[in-house]
């Protein structure tokens, strides 16, 4: 079964500046997408950005990017230039390729930022 | 263009009792798939629907059960419900939800409270 894990429950950052998530994970799947979600205390989950495995580069949205080692599968989130509105819970969630909308979450870590 | 709905927004039950929540997903969507969250197990995967048949089912007993319609609205029923059935209740829809790669979209979810 594949399990994913972030090992950080909280982190906090200054506004402005930059943090780096962590998550890791096990699967003895080839092939497999990963992503990042954000919980606001809407507690809407929203897509931050996400990777597919055959892919060697790393995925960039905006001030979002990933850092994907898949050998160590580990798949780490580094927000710049940091928002008060990044403040969330952010979960890694990893989908095996052909196991239709079935999402594995790690446990998550709340992000503070501040001012 | 309508997001996911999920009603109730919130939900007091008793334990014993059963309850039916609703999922409308996005319009043209097919797939929808439901997760429980919780403090202490997090988000854990429930079951998913395609095409009104339930293609992937979570490590859930019984009890929690679902359905979709040929409009792919989605309704998870829990029956005899026990006091560890307090959840937020989160549904998910996606264009296919297949091999091929689609976006889940999430709803704001059901907070269902088990007194």
């Known amino acids: 079964a594949q399990t994913v894990t972030q090992s950080q429950p909280e982190m906090s950052v200054q506004e402005a500046e930059t943090v780096t998530l962590s998550c890791t994970y096990d699967t003895s799947e080839s092939d497999y997408y990963l992503f990042w979600y954000k919980q606001p205390p809407s507690r809407q989950m929203i897509l931050v950005i996400r990777q597919e495995a055959y892919k060697q580069q790393n995925a960039t949205e905006n001030r979002f990017s990933v850092n994907f080692q898949k050998a160590a599968k580990s798949f780490s989130l580094k927000i710049s230039d940091s928002q008060l509105g990044d403040a969330a819970m952010y979960f890694c969630a990893y989908r095996a390729y052909n196991a239709g909308n079935m999402l594995t979450f790690g446990g998550g870590t709340r992000l503070m930022v501040k001012p | 263009k309508a997001g996911v709905t999920q009603t109730p927004r919130y939900l007091i039950k008793t334990r014993g009792q059963q309850v039916t929540l609703s999922c409308s997903p996005i319009?043209?969507?097919?797939?929808v798939s439901w997760y429980q969250q919780t403090p202490g197990q997090g988000l854990q995967f429930l079951f998913e629907y395609f095409s009104e048949t339930q293609r992937n089912k979570g490590n859930f007993p019984g009890r929690f059960s679902g359905r979709q319609f040929s409009n792919s609205r989605s309704e998870m029923n829990v029956s005899t419900l026990e006091l560890g059935d307090s959840a937020l209740y989160l549904c998910?829809?996606?264009?296919?939800?297949?091999?091929?790669?689609?976006?889940?979209?999430f709803g704001q979810g059901t907070r269902l409270t088990v007194v």
């Open positions: 998910a829809s996606s264009l296919w939800g297949a091999v091929v790669d689609t976006e889940a979209f």
């Open positions: 319009s043209g969507h097919r797939s």
